[in-house]
């Protein structure tokens, strides 16, 4: 299929070997996250997304502060292989930390009552087509990334650290990063499996 859309999507990819050597500027690449998010559709037109952009030595503040809640958890025996984990998201130029503003929700929640439990599920939706959005965007402009997801061990430290709301719910963190190494042939499902048509 030639289609421009597919193409980027095929060349999103999870990438674990991060580098700090970006191939564009850090404002730049700041923006690219920004204008991905703004574009992303949300139901309503609600736009519950936010995001904390996190660069350099802030974002390896975040992954220590997640090394210091898993140490409460995991084995000490254990530990060494969450830390090489960690310190390989660390190693990346950025972390992009996704919320769901709450105070949205409970909003459209009163608004339209009709649909209230529905709200948390459409902003849920909302926020993993942001991810796909900020993904596809850095993968585009020659950077790596992963998506991973460390909430809601993490929470408290982050609000402390960075003054963050409580409306804004921690759902997932995205590491970016130079790419440090390719990336593997890419597995999928039997289509027979996984769609049905009827015409």
Avoid: C
């Amino acid at each position: 299929m030639n289609s421009q859309a597919i193409a980027l999507y095929k060349q999103r990819r999870s990438q674990y070997a991060l580098g700090r050597n970006l191939p564009i500027g850090q404002d730049q690449a700041t923006d690219l996250i920004k204008h991905a998010v703004r574009e992303a559709p949300s139901a309503f037109n609600s736009q519950p997304t936010r995001a904390l952009i996190l660069h350099g030595a802030q974002s390896v503040k975040f992954w220590e502060l997640a090394k210091d809640a898993l140490r409460q958890i995991v084995p000490a025996e254990a530990f060494a292989a969450t830390e090489g984990k960690l310190d390989s998201f660390a190693a990346g130029a950025g972390t992009v930390l996704f919320f769901n503003d709450v105070d949205v929700t409970k909003g459209l929640q009163d608004q339209f009552p009709l649909y209230a439990d529905n709200f948390p599920v459409w902003a849920e939706h909302a926020n993993g087509i942001a991810q796909f959005a900020v993904w596809t965007a850095l993968a585009e402009a020659g950077i790596g990334a992963s998506l991973q997801h460390y909430n809601p061990l993490v929470d408290e430290a982050v609000r402390r650290e960075w003054g963050i709301a409580a409306n804004w719910q921690l759902r997932a963190q995205m590491p970016f990063g130079s790419n440090e190494a390719g990336f593997g042939e890419k597995n999928y499902m039997e289509d027979e499996a996984r769609f049905k048509v009827f015409a």
